[in-house]
């Protein structure tokens, strides 16, 4: 925990050099969930828990370099009382090394270092779901001293994302990333709990479907194509990612009934699996990857399944895996978890789909739908109260959103007294109108 006050000649020295935001393999151990929960005496503790997976890995950026000016306006617009801030970064506990990192709560210019102390991974499980639900469940543990003794009022939590969250804290990511029991959680438990220790709303930057669309294939292409397989110019193509040394075998079965696997790597139809891995247990990053080069693949219905084939990994425990299917340019995705009881080889195999190829037109298929605004906010909906999703056009806007969440939640200031604010900071007019909008169910709590 931490006092003091932020110095704005220290922010804008510790700026003169761009951060390098180097590439880690891990958390920095400042920012590991596994030394505890975290312990915050200030007078009231605010959570920013910031998305640094590929489709907002550049809000942490903007972040730091918004965050002088944030300080300072928090200061003298007298939004809250002796805050003590904890920052977080929040990734995708399937698939990325850094899926959770947590600061300290501090109030000076240690919330700097703790910001550049981050790996923006960028990655990303390509399932429209990362672990926000792992972050609430950390944070429900805080040691909030002054409300456990009841001289203290409630915190505020902010989420900055555009995703959904997986509906169960996940036992093994209990374990393996916070150093807890191995025990499966429901999500909405962990939202709950982290309720009754902080007002929680989700800041939500807008983004196109084009734009999202990039964001949920890269991560299943750069595996592939860092593998050495073919993902582009493809009639068909299914990639099966996992992230431990199990070794998972893809089963695709074609129109004329031959199976191209491990065994058969090259149909006769002009089916190749490009990508074998973990034969030998080599990556916790696998992918296995068919395909048919563009003006290839045969009309007709193919199946695809997937089997463990051995076990690297010494617990022997269930595998979640995800398939991508590409159909003439339309992706379908798929999720399962393979030998659930410890399952191998034929006992273990999976029916993951079946689909036809057909190279005439078939539209727009509801490839994307679990990454819609829609979906997302819908189970956003479940676990947070009326008022307190904000949807914002702008993300370069997050820092004036936080702001005002903290002034009208707290009751400082209403939202007519709010936009005169702005406007005195000359704050250009469609960024106040963006602000303003995504603020206008907010009510003093």
């Given at each position: 925990?931490?006092?003091?006050?932020?110095?704005?000649?220290?922010?804008?020295?510790?700026?003169?050099?761009?951060?390098?935001?180097?590439?880690?393999?891990?958390?920095?151990?400042?920012?590991?969930?596994?030394?505890?929960?975290?312990?915050?005496?200030?007078?009231?503790?605010?959570?920013?828990?910031?998305?640094?997976?590929?489709?907002?890995?550049?809000?942490?950026?903007?972040?730091?370099?918004?965050?002088?000016?944030?300080?300072?306006?928090?200061?003298?617009?007298?939004?809250?009382?002796?805050?003590?801030?904890?920052?977080?970064?929040?990734?995708?506990?399937?698939?990325?090394?850094?899926?959770?990192?947590?600061?300290?709560?501090?109030?000076?210019?240690?919330?700097?270092?703790?910001?550049?102390?981050?790996?923006?991974?960028?990655?990303?499980?390509?399932?429209?779901?990362?672990?926000?639900?792992?972050?609430?469940?950390?944070?429900?543990?805080?040691?909030?001293?002054?409300?456990?003794?009841?001289?203290?009022?409630?915190?505020?939590?902010?989420?900055?994302?555009?995703?959904?969250?997986?509906?169960?804290?996940?036992?093994?990511?209990?374990?393996?990333?916070?150093?807890?029991?191995?025990?499966?959680?429901?999500?909405?438990?962990?939202?709950?709990?982290?309720?009754?220790?902080?007002?929680?709303?989700?800041?939500?930057?807008?983004?196109?479907?084009?734009?999202?669309?990039?964001?949920?294939?890269?991560?299943?292409?750069?595996?592939?194509?860092?593998?050495?397989?073919?993902?582009?110019?493809?009639?068909?193509?299914?990639?099966?990612?996992?992230?431990?040394?199990?070794?998972?075998?893809?089963?695709?079965?074609?129109?004329?009934?031959?199976?191209?696997?491990?065994?058969?790597?090259?149909?006769?139809?002009?089916?190749?699996?490009?990508?074998?891995?973990?034969?030998?247990?080599?990556?916790?990053?696998?992918?296995?990857?068919?395909?048919?080069?563009?003006?290839?693949?045969?009309?007709?219905?193919?199946?695809?399944?997937?089997?463990?084939?051995?076990?690297?990994e010494p617990d022997r425990a269930p595998t979640p895996f995800?398939?991508?299917?590409?159909?003439?340019?339309?992706?379908?995705?798929?999720?399962?978890?393979?030998?659930?009881?410890?399952?191998?080889?034929?006992?273990?195999?999976?029916?993951?789909?079946?689909?036809?190829?057909?190279?005439?037109?078939?539209?727009?298929?509801?490839?994307?739908?679990?990454?819609?605004?829609?979906?997302?906010?819908?189970?956003?909906?479940?676990?947070?109260?009326e008022g307190h999703i904000l949807k914002l056009r702008d993300?370069?806007?997050?820092?004036?959103?936080?702001?005002?969440?903290?002034?009208?939640?707290?009751?400082?200031?209403?939202?007519?007294?709010?936009?005169?604010?702005?406007?005195?900071?000359?704050?250009?007019?469609?960024?106040?109108?963006?602000?303003?909008?995504?603020?206008?169910?907010?009510?003093?709590?």
């Amino acid at each position: 925990m931490g006092h003091g006050r932020y110095s704005q000649d220290i922010a804008h020295s510790n700026r003169r050099q761009k951060p390098a935001w180097e590439p880690r393999d891990g958390v920095h151990p400042s920012l590991d969930p596994k030394a505890g929960p975290r312990e915050v005496n200030n007078d009231t503790p605010i959570v920013i828990a910031m998305d640094v997976t590929r489709s907002r890995g550049d809000d942490t950026r903007r972040l730091y370099d918004q965050l002088p000016k944030l300080m300072e306006r928090l200061e003298a617009g007298n939004v809250v009382d002796g805050p003590g801030i904890s920052f977080a970064a929040i990734g995708d506990a399937d698939s990325d090394k850094a899926p959770l990192q947590v600061g300290q709560f501090e109030a000076d210019n240690r919330l700097d270092a703790v910001i550049t102390s981050m790996w923006i991974e960028e990655g990303g499980g390509g399932t429209g779901q990362e672990s926000y639900e792992l972050a609430a469940w950390y944070y429900a543990h805080t040691n909030c001293v002054q409300l456990a003794a009841g001289s203290g009022r409630k915190g505020f939590f902010v989420f900055v994302g555009d995703e959904g969250f997986y509906p169960v804290v996940a036992g093994a990511h209990r374990a393996s990333v916070l150093g807890q029991p191995a025990e499966d959680v429901p999500s909405s438990e962990a939202f709950a709990k982290l309720q009754e220790k902080f007002h929680t709303f989700l800041v939500y930057p807008a983004k196109s479907m084009e734009d999202r669309r990039a964001d949920i294939d890269a991560e299943i292409r750069k595996r592939v194509l860092d593998a050495g397989g073919q993902y582009d110019d493809v009639d068909v193509r299914i990639t099966l990612v996992w992230d431990n040394r199990n070794d998972l075998d893809l089963h695709v079965t074609t129109p004329a009934g031959e199976q191209i696997y491990y065994g058969n790597r090259n149909s006769r139809c002009g089916g190749s699996l490009d990508v074998d891995r973990n034969v030998q247990g080599e990556t916790t990053t696998p992918v296995e990857n068919v395909r048919w080069k563009k003006g290839t693949a045969p009309v007709g219905e193919y199946k695809v399944m997937v089997r463990n084939f051995n076990f690297h990994e010494p617990d022997r425990a269930p595998t979640p895996f995800r398939v991508e299917v590409e159909v003439d340019g339309d992706l379908l995705y798929h999720e399962g978890v393979i030998s659930p009881n410890g399952e191998l080889k034929v006992a273990s195999d999976i029916q993951v789909c079946s689909f036809s190829f057909d190279p005439a037109p078939a539209g727009d298929a509801a490839t994307y739908d679990a990454y819609s605004d829609a979906t997302v906010l819908g189970q956003w909906a479940t676990v947070l109260p009326e008022g307190h999703i904000l949807k914002l056009r702008d993300a370069h806007n997050i820092t004036n959103v936080l702001r005002g969440v903290l002034a009208i939640a707290n009751g400082r200031a209403d939202a007519a007294a709010f936009r005169a604010r702005l406007a005195a900071e000359d704050v250009a007019t469609d960024a106040i109108e963006d602000v303003m909008s995504a603020l206008s169910g907010v009510r003093p709590l």
